[in-house]
């Protein structure tokens, strides 16, 4: 069957990468895609939003299966444009599913609605923005808010002090921080714990557990400085197996699937679960409606099963009667990327990539063709996975390929998966 990824990111290439190893795959589209998914698949200049242009391409390549990889065309309703189209499938939630990621609000009501764990909060507007003011002032610190909608990984303050809050809150309803996103303003209560997160693909009523990660989202060593896309990642995380794991399942992924359905929302796609560990109980701080970036990268390398035979049991209802393989081994990801990121930084630096990795991947994430060179053309330039006995076996390998690429500029921590030495 032909395929086409939405995306031109570090998870698109991973998904393209798997997908290139199906079975069922003939030929497959990445839309716009980037230097990496260029050499395993046809890029097209196709913007994510333009739905329109999707579908003209879809019946002029007769493609079946459509993946979409970032979040904006899901809140937008990719999978309500497509569902007329019988012949193709869409991996992706329905516009009012994708509300799990793309409304704060929406996502918070939902799970009070179905008792799943998460941090007490409460969400202001324009019209309540007093009330708002002392709601602040009576939280013990630190205390969170989340601009509703999408704001691009930036909408979330983390205040140390009221003042500090008052102004995150200012700034996002009277300043439109965030423009419409921020119109609606989430205060929640800080959870202190360890983060973790587990991924999910679904029918809408069946659920297979496809893995589960770290990131390290902060740029500085230690975990400091600004919070980025993603620095890095691991698996298997120590204290996700086992006990920690069944709670997960039985209080947050069950109720979360079993919720959908009652609603009669319709799901068919992945599930990101962001969870943080509380003395071994497990709460949810998001949902997102896609796979994660760079938890994909880690996460689809240890998968044993043919993900288009999981997208096609997705389609037909017959989820429930897979077996899903994930690889026991280690698997780490460190992200390089421009100088100056997650602030300002230059795109069309050459990217000098090695010639041969052994069993590491390069994924790349934000860079283009020019000409005879690869060039950078993001913040998170590219991500580089390998697999060990143990973690740290896994990142040593990776840093040492790290130590091959080279544009100008170039950063990458050196830290990744200290926790686990």
């Not at 006990?243 to 992924?253: C, D, T, Y």
Request: aromatic residues 10%; charged residues 25%; proline residues 3%.
């Amino acid at each position: 069957m032909n395929i086409l990824i939405l995306g031109s990111g570090g998870r698109e290439h991973a998904l393209a990468w798997k997908i290139k190893q199906s079975a069922y795959c003939d030929k497959l589209f990445v839309a716009p895609g980037n230097a990496g998914t260029a050499h395993i698949a046809e890029n097209v200049s196709m913007d994510v939003n333009d739905f329109e242009k999707q579908r003209q391409f879809c019946k002029e390549n007769n493609i079946e299966l459509v993946v979409v990889g970032p979040e904006d065309p899901l809140v937008k309703g990719v999978y309500d444009f497509f569902k007329e189209d019988e012949n193709i499938l869409v991996i992706g939630p329905s516009k009012e599913g994708a509300q799990l990621e793309g409304s704060k609000s929406f996502s918070k009501k939902f799970m009070q609605r179905h008792n799943i764990p998460t941090a007490a909060y409460a969400e202001f507007d324009a019209a309540s923005f007093e009330q708002g003011k002392q709601y602040i002032l009576q939280q013990t610190l630190p205390v969170v808010l989340k601009a509703d909608g999408l704001a691009a990984g930036k909408g979330v303050v983390i205040a140390a002090t009221h003042e500090q809050a008052l102004q995150a809150f200012e700034g996002m309803i009277i300043h439109k921080q965030f423009g419409d996103a921020s119109a609606k303003v989430v205060i929640e209560q800080f959870l202190d714990g360890i983060e973790a997160s587990v991924f999910v693909l679904t029918d809408g009523n069946d659920y297979k557990i496809i893995g589960h990660a770290k990131d390290y989202k902060r740029i500085g060593e230690g975990d400091t400085g600004l919070n980025t896309g993603g620095m890095g990642c691991v698996t298997p995380v120590p204290f996700v197996e086992g006990e920690f794991m069944q709670k997960v399942e039985e209080r947050i992924i069950k109720p979360t699937v079993n919720g959908l359905y009652s609603e009669q929302i319709v799901y068919k796609g992945f599930i990101f679960f962001g969870l943080i560990n509380i003395q071994g109980e497990p709460f949810v701080i998001e949902y997102n409606a896609r796979m994660g970036d760079p938890e994909t990268e880690v996460v689809l390398p240890g998968l044993k099963n043919d993900l288009v035979e999981l997208f096609l049991a997705v389609g037909n209802g017959t989820l429930k009667d897979c077996n899903v393989s994930i690889d026991k081994r280690a698997i780490a990801t460190i992200v390089a990327v421009s100088g100056g990121y997650p602030g300002d930084y230059e795109k069309g630096k050459t990217v000098r990539l090695p010639q041969h990795t052994g069993d590491s991947i390069i994924f790349h994430a934000g860079t283009r063709v020019e000409g005879d060179h690869v060039v950078t053309n993001g913040g998170r330039v590219l991500a580089v996975t390998s697999s060990g006995n143990s973690i740290q076996q896994a990142v040593a390998q990776s840093k040492e390929i790290l130590e091959q690429v080279s544009f100008e500029g170039m950063y990458y921590r050196q830290d990744i998966g200290y926790e686990f030495e």
